[in-house]
C-alpha cells in the first residue's frame, strides 16, 4: 500500500517538512472560550497578525 511504511506517501513527501506560516502549540481547555473559538499564545498571536489581516482583505 502508498500510505504504509517508511516508503509510503506520508513518510517521503508530507511528513518533516518545514512549513511557512505554521504553529504548533498545547489544546487546553479555555473557560471564557466558545465552542466555535480557540486560544493562541500571545506570542504566536503577534506573529500571526500580519498574515491573519491579509487573509481578512483577500477573503473577506
Not at 517508511?6 to 479555555?30: A, E, P
Request: charged share 25%; net charge positive; hydrophobic share 40%.
Amino acid at each position: 500500500d502508498m500510505l504504509k511504511g517508511k516508503q509510503g506517501r506520508f513518510r517521503q513527501n508530507l511528513l518533516g517538512k518545514r512549513v511557512d506560516y505554521s504553529g504548533r502549540s498545547v489544546i487546553v481547555v479555555g473557560a471564557k472560550l466558545k465552542l466555535h473559538q480557540c486560544g493562541l499564545p500571545k506570542k504566536m498571536a503577534l506573529e500571526l497578525k500580519f498574515l491573519i489581516n491579509i487573509l481578512i482583505y483577500y477573503f473577506y
